[in-house]
T-cell receptor
Framework: AQSVTQLGSHVSVSEGALVLLRCNYS??????LFWYVQYPNQGLQLLLK??????LVKGINGFEAEFKKSETSFHLTKPSAHMSDAAEYFC???????????FGTGTRLTVIP | DSGVTQTPKHLITATGQRVTLRCSPR?????VYWYQQSLDQGLQFLIQ???????AKGNILERFSAQQFPDLHSELNLSSLELGDSALYFC?????????????FGPGTRLTVT
């Protein structure tokens, strides 16, 4: 069975500081992993995805994530936070060939000016 | 704008009632997914349709049903509504059925059951 655990329901960073949002996965099969962002009153938007190619995945808006099998992690990072990054971030997992995603509980990112 | 439309945006109804949520996928997308987002359950996959056929089922209650029509729009029917059904319901679409394909989410329908 697939699941993800997001550590920290709320994360606050200063503008210009490193953003690190943590995600650990559990999967009985090789996983596909995703990060989605949800801005207030909007649907989810895909930031990036890992589908068993390069372990370092670059996404939109300067975000990237690294797949670490030994740590079962897929943490999301951005070198320098911007005010517009304030949103809720969801990590998700699926099995290869699966049809649906299993989402984490989300991490709300606050950026302090 | 993801290209996925959902109507209505907001819905307020009473316990025991039945409602229908509508989703139009992006042009060319064959697969539609329904998700429920609530404070206590988080974001949960309900059901997926691909080109009119049910493809996968998640934590969907028996009181809930969905279908995808020949023009590929989808409807989620919620009946015998309970207070706990209050949530944001998202529709997403993708070009095909597997999760390797990006899912594009609509803005959601906020259902309030009173």
């Amino acid at each position: 069975a697939q699941s993800v655990t997001q550590l920290g329901s709320h994360v606050s960073v200063s503008e210009g500081a490193l953003v690190l949002l943590r995600c650990n996965y559990s999967s009985s099969v090789p996983p596909y992993l995703f990060w989605y962002v949800q801005y207030p009153n909007q649907g989810l938007q895909l930031l990036l995805k890992y589908t068993s190619a390069a372990t370092l995945v670059k996404g939109i808006n300067g975000f990237e994530a690294e797949f670490k099998k030994s740590e079962t992690s897929f943490h999301l990072t951005k070198p320098s936070a911007h005010m517009s990054d304030a949103a809720e971030y969801f990590c998700a997992v699926s099995g290869i060939g699966a049809n649906n995603l299993f989402f984490g509980t989300g991490t709300r990112l606050t950026v302090i000016p | 704008d993801s290209g996925v439309t959902q109507t209505p945006k907001h819905l307020i109804t009473a316990t025991g009632q039945r409602v229908t949520l509508r989703c139009s996928p992006r042009s060319g997308d064959l697969s539609v997914y329904w998700y429920q987002q609530s404070l206590d359950q988080g974001l949960q996959f309900l059901i997926q349709y691909y080109n009119g056929e049910e493809r996968a089922k998640g934590n969907i209650l028996e009181r809930f049903s969905a279908q995808q029509f020949p023009d590929l729009h989808s409807e989620l029917n919620l009946s015998s509504l309970e207070l706990g059904d209050s949530a944001l319901y998202f529709c997403a679409s993708s070009v095909a059925g597997a999760t390797t394909y990006e899912q594009y989410f609509g803005p959601g329908t906020r259902l309030t059951v009173t």
